[in-house]
């Protein structure tokens, strides 16, 4: 059974750090594509990083460029959101997601929701003073 839990959530104040974390049973993640998202109350989840299976290539959204970081360990089978001087406007429901995405086959990942099959429950991340 596929399964991606979220975890690392809290709150934090501005300029502070998360480390967001990805557990993934049932499959093994290096064979994935991984995907970041967040999803701010009223808004629509908007993509944030992905990290590749096939070429290991990565993506920020403009938003967060510089500030946040992906990483996957394929040992621990986890992925990682590293969050760093963190604003108000980053206050969201975060969610990982995969999407088939074997090395060396296909094209790289993308951060458009409708390209992943698996999601994780999310995890609150709230930014506040």
């Known amino acids: 059974q596929v399964q991606l839990v979220e975890s690392g959530g809290g709150l934090v104040q501005p300029g502070g750090s998360l480390r967001l974390s990805c557990a993934a049973s049932?499959?093994?993640?290096?064979?994935?594509?991984i995907g970041w998202f967040r999803q701010a109350p009223g808004k629509e989840r908007k993509g944030v990083s992905c990290?590749?299976?096939?070429?290991?290539?990565?993506y920020y959204a403009d938003s967060v460029k510089g500030r946040f970081t992906i990483s996957r360990d394929n040992a621990k089978n986890t992925a990682y959101l590293q969050m760093n001087s963190l604003k108000p406007e980053d206050t969201a429901v975060y969610y990982c997601?995969?999407?088939?995405?074997?090395?060396?086959?296909?094209?790289?990942?993308?951060?458009?929701?409708?390209?992943?099959?698996?999601w994780g429950q999310g995890t609150q991340v709230t930014v506040s003073s």
């Open positions: 997601a995969i999407t088939w995405g074997p090395p060396g086959q296909g094209p790289s990942c993308t951060t458009w929701s409708n390209d992943y099959d698996y």
């Open positions: 049932g499959f093994g993640l290096d064979y994935y594509h």
């Open positions: 990290i590749s299976g096939s070429d290991g290539s990565i």
